[in-house]
């Protein structure tokens, strides 16, 4: 059963940053043949992709994140990475990886993110 397990999550003043970290469990396939993505839910509020990264790297976001998150990947180490900057209060929520272009396995944790003052 594919797994995954997200960390790096935390308290953050407007304007802040910070970087989270989703590593997948071991897997019968090339993680790198994956399209992986982040996304997130915040209270009382849909599921929302953020980001998704392509098995050639390239990037895709939406534009409320646009210019301010940054997705990236470590395949050997079967991990994706975002990257968040000029964190606003909206941007809190919890935050999950899974398939990039549709959500096909089970969640994992998340990682919970608060900007607040």
């Known amino acids: 059963q594919v797994q995954f397990v997200e960390s790096g999550g935390g308290v953050v003043q407007p304007g802040g940053s910070l970087a989270l970290r989703c590593t997948m469990g071991e897997i019968e396939f090339s993680f790198s043949t994956l399209v992986v993505g982040w996304y997130r839910q915040a209270p009382g509020k849909e599921r929302e992709r953020v980001a998704y990264?392509?098995?050639?790297?390239?990037?895709i976001y939406p534009d409320s994140v646009k210019g301010r998150f940054t997705i990236s990947r470590d395949n050997p180490a079967r991990t994706v990475y975002l990257q968040m900057r000029n964190l606003k209060p909206e941007d809190t929520a919890v935050y999950y990886c899974?398939?990039?272009?549709?959500?096909?396995?089970?969640w994992g944790p998340g990682a919970q993110v608060i900007v607040s003052s």
């Open positions: 990264i392509e098995t050639s790297g390239s990037t």
């Open positions: 899974n398939g990039g272009m549709s959500p096909i396995w089970p």
